[in-house]
């Protein structure tokens, strides 16, 4: 392989784009987060990583000069909400980590940017003043640019799970790039996915509740740090978890065990929970990866992550694009 390529990483939480980008052949110059759990679980996993708690907004690059000049700034960033988006929450948190990543650009000059929200701020028309600044700040300093879409489970993740994406390139290498293209040919379903770990103690019915588990799994939602404990999502996310035989108002502290009597029930309350650790195998983190903290800490980090694999082959795809020979 050539020489690695370098990267400064962004609102980086528990490191799911990142991990991704590392395996595709990019070293971290730099990975910024402002919350102290998500710092905590970059450096239980990546101690050498040069990891810093602090505010992107209040992020000053000239303090960091390891930052200038690197391959790729990417950006997992938080949820852009509509209401931002046709300008009735100037203030909203999420808008301005958006620009604050924007305006970085000027500073750091990197090669390419790859930045990952939700499907919305790609394709739908109440986000087009959003794109609309972002493209003129891209095209002002050289870049160009192409928003697209991805599902995380055509890259063998057993979720669905859309993604927003915009890769951008300085004009000497965006000839290279194209979109990743699917990975797998059929989608992992939840049982599938889970098997192994719901076997794990010795439950008996692991295999059969494996077996009706068909379909992959909804959208794992991070929630709010401002409302209560985990839970899997809003009422129709529940009810697709509950045709899968799970309980999805709470998360389990352990799989089940030998004495466990699955009740086979109707109900949503009676079904049983995954625990945390399954909610990391669902967004393909790998096994080895720890997301520290309390059990609802660790579920938003991971529902707020970007699935490794889906890293791993967007990084890929960039990767290519800066390893071609440049057009003038």
């Avoid at 055509?154 to 669905?160: L, T």
């Avoid at 010795?202 to 991070?222: E, I, K, M, R, S």
């Avoid at 109707?266 to 520290?292: C, G, R």
Wanted: glycine share 8%.
């Amino acid at each position: 392989m050539a020489d690695q390529l370098s990267f400064v990483d962004v609102c980086s939480g528990a490191g799911g784009l990142a991990s991704g980008l590392e395996s595709a052949g990019f070293s971290p110059m730099l990975l910024l987060d402002n919350k102290y759990q998500a710092c905590e679980t970059l450096l239980a996993n990546r101690p050498h990583w040069n990891v810093v708690c602090e505010d992107l907004v209040e992020f000053l690059p000239d303090e960091h000069p390891e930052s200038f000049d690197v391959d790729l700034l990417s950006a997992g960033l938080p949820r852009v909400k509509s209401s931002a988006a046709v300008g009735r929450s100037d203030s909203d948190q999420e808008l301005r980590l958006l620009t604050a990543t924007i305006y970085l650009i000027h500073s750091v000059q990197p090669r390419a940017l790859l930045l990952e929200n939700l499907p919305a701020l790609a394709e739908s028309p109440t986000y087009a003043g959003i794109r609309d600044f972002i493209q003129a700040e891209l095209a002002h300093l050289g870049y160009r640019f192409r928003w697209f879409v991805l599902n995380a489970a055509d890259f063998g993740v057993p979720q669905e799970r859309r993604q927003g994406i915009l890769v951008a390139l300085k004009e000497p290498w965006f000839h290279a790039f194209a979109p990743p293209a699917p990975t797998v040919d059929e989608h992992v379903p939840v049982g599938r996915a889970l098997r192994r770990s719901m076997r794990a103690r010795g439950w008996h019915d692991a295999d059969v509740w494996a077996a009706q588990a068909l379909a992959v799994a909804p959208t794992l939602v991070g929630g709010s740090d401002n409302r209560g404990g985990a839970d899997l999502g809003p009422s129709g996310t529940k009810r697709a978890w509950a045709r899968m035989g799970v309980n999805a108002g709470a998360l389990a502290d352990e799989v089940p065990g030998a004495d466990y009597a699955w009740p086979r029930s109707d109900d949503p309350a009676q079904m049983l929970k995954i625990t945390v650790e399954q909610a990391a195998l669902l967004q393909s983190f790998p096994p080895e990866w720890h997301i520290t903290g309390r059990k609802t800490a660790r579920y938003r980090q991971i529902g707020h992550a970007t699935p490794p694999p889906v890293a791993r082959e967007l990084g890929a795809a960039i990767a290519t694009a800066l390893r071609s020979s440049p057009h003038a």
